[in-house]
């Protein structure tokens, strides 16, 4: 199983450059999420997703897009990079909230912008 | 209040000690209390959860105590082991059907042999 499947691992952005970090899962979840892990902060949202289609956004979803046309994948834009979004990104996905609700985490994008 | 508050910020436990990582929360709304686990390179994985119909959740050296009326929830490491040196984030989340988590600021553990 392959679970969640982020592209790139690194990346180095210019300022005012864009680009897109890649999620991708497997198992058929409905939920999922972008989180960024800066040292110190904990892992923060910035969009999450309940199912194709619908998108919201989390605790710091400035400066990023994304959408969900399909249940698989679920993309992170980032339009004009600046230095504040360097961080390390990780995708996640959950089966629908229950008991125990376990969110798949992926390996993580580190994203530098200089 | 979304914050969760998590302390201390590192830890460091001789082989076979006890760690311990304590979290506080403000949202009362919030029913569901996981703890995660991070790998230098990985992705945190889900290490134990609780919700708090319950005081205490044990599961092998690891258990969480919940403190409802204190708003508090810890997580204990018996028997520490070096390769559970890692960082631990404690997060909650509640019934809001979108699993949407708010974690705390993460614990780097390191176990000397």
């Known amino acids: 199983n392959a679970g969640v499947t982020q592209t790139p691992k690194f990346r180095i952005l210019k300022i005012g450059q864009s680009m897109t970090l890649q999620c991708t899962q497997d198992?058929?979840?409905?939920?999922m999420y972008w989180y960024r892990q800066d040292p110190g902060m904990g892992l923060k949202l910035i969009y999450y997703?309940?199912?194709?289609?619908?998108?919201d956004k989390g605790e710091v979803p400035n400066g990023y897009n994304v959408s969900r046309s399909t249940t698989e994948d679920f993309p992170l834009r980032l339009e004009l990079a600046a230095p504040s979004q360097t961080s390390v990104y990780f995708c996640a996905s959950s089966p629908p909230t229950g008991a125990i609700t376990e969110a798949f985490f992926g390996q993580g994008t580190r994203l530098t912008v200089v | 209040q979304q914050q969760v508050k998590q302390s201390p910020q590192s830890l460091i436990v001789q082989k076979g000690g006890i760690s311990i990582i304590n979290c506080a929360y403000e949202n009362t709304a919030f029913d569901y209390f996981p703890w995660y686990q991070q790998f230098p390179g990985k992705g945190p994985a889900l290490l134990i959860a609780i919700r708090p119909d319950v005081s205490e959740k044990k599961e092998g050296r690891f258990t969480i105590s919940f403190n409802k009326s204190a708003k508090q929830f810890s997580l204990h490491i018996m028997d520490s082991q070096p390769g559970d040196s890692a960082t631990y984030f404690c997060?909650?989340?509640?019934?809001?059907?979108?699993?949407?988590?708010?974690f705390g600021q993460g614990t780097t553990l390191q176990v000397k042999p």
């Open positions: 997703s309940v199912g194709a289609g619908i998108t």
């Open positions: 198992m058929n979840h409905n939920y």
């Open positions: 997060a909650a989340s509640d019934s809001g059907n979108t699993g949407k988590l708010i």
